[in-house]
């Protein structure tokens, strides 16, 4: 595995090269579910790209960019023994200037959610997928389910901007108490933890209530937030795969999402019917 922290030699392979290319762009700190998103690329591509890039403009004043947890050794040698062939760890001047160019996440799908809470979030995001995109120049680029609105606004942008890359959706990752495996897990104590199974347990139980053919969204709702009780909830919220409010659960068609804080810890989790 090659590591390349330069972005002109990263140009330079890929504009050079024929083959195709995988692309998992993350935040380091990698667990299972960037690992299953590495498998998937290698599967199904030639080269296989990974960065590791914790992208500044994606967190708002206050949020953890300063204590995001940093693992760069033990990330090497996952990507290492995953097959990675190129691991890109820029340094923020090699990807940002200043008074730049930037990218606006859509008006309404960019701010319910997470953008609601969140707003600038997925500009950010949106920008440093852009310029990721334009260097490592992927045929195939591989996000997880676990950041469904990110995923949604990643192929609408590539729709938008015609952009010539084939987007990748992958299953979201659990461990095997059922929580969802997530970088910012790290920050969780054993007792925020334990706590934190309410969450998966709330999208179970939404599933049960479902496989019993029960499609009301109010009731599925007011399940989640039984289960859920005693967690400070954000939001609990089910809609369609544009994003758009659902008057019942449509079977392939129906995302439900909950965030959740733990302690200081934000954590988001969801369920595709
Ligand atoms: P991050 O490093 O958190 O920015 O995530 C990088 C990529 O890994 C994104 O496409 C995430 O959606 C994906 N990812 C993170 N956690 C999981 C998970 N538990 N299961 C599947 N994909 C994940």
């Not at 334990?194 to 969450?199: N, V």
Request: charged residues 25%; aromatic residues 6%.
């Amino acid at each position: 595995m090659k590591i390349i922290t330069d972005k002109k030699e990263l140009q330079a392979f890929t504009k050079s090269t024929t083959k195709s290319i995988g692309f998992v762009p993350t935040m380091g700190a990698l667990h299972e579910g960037h690992i299953s998103l590495i498998k998937k690329a290698r599967g199904e591509n030639e080269i296989v790209i990974v960065s590791i890039f914790v992208n500044p403009t994606q967190f708002l004043a206050g949020e953890d960019f300063a204590k995001y947890p940093k693992k760069d050794e033990a990330d090497k040698k996952i990507c290492t023994l995953a097959g990675v062939d190129i691991l890109f760890m820029p340094d923020i001047n090699m990807i940002y200037g200043s008074d730049e160019v930037t990218i606006k996440a859509p008006n309404v799908r960019g701010f319910v959610l997470d953008g609601f809470k969140r707003p600038t979030h997925f500009d950010g995001v949106l920008q440093i997928v852009l310029k990721l995109f334009n260097l490592v120049r992927p045929t195939n680029a591989y996000f997880g389910r676990k950041d469904a609105q990110q995923v949604i606004l990643i192929k609408q942008m590539v729709e938008n901007l015609f952009l010539p890359i084939n987007i990748v959706d992958c299953p979201l990752i659990r461990d095997l108490n059922g929580l969802a495996l997530s970088s910012r897990n790290a920050y969780l104590s054993d007792s925020e933890k334990k706590e934190a199974l309410k969450i998966s347990a709330s999208l179970q139980n939404a599933t049960k209530l479902i496989v019993g053919g029960n499609m009301n969204i109010d009731e599925i709702k007011n399940v989640m937030f039984a289960t859920l009780d005693g967690i400070k909830i954000e939001y609990i919220e089910v809609v369609s795969l544009e994003l758009k409010q659902l008057k019942k659960v449509e079977l392939k068609n129906t995302i439900i999402l909950v965030a959740v804080q733990i302690g200081t810890t934000r954590l988001i989790d969801n369920l595709w019917i």
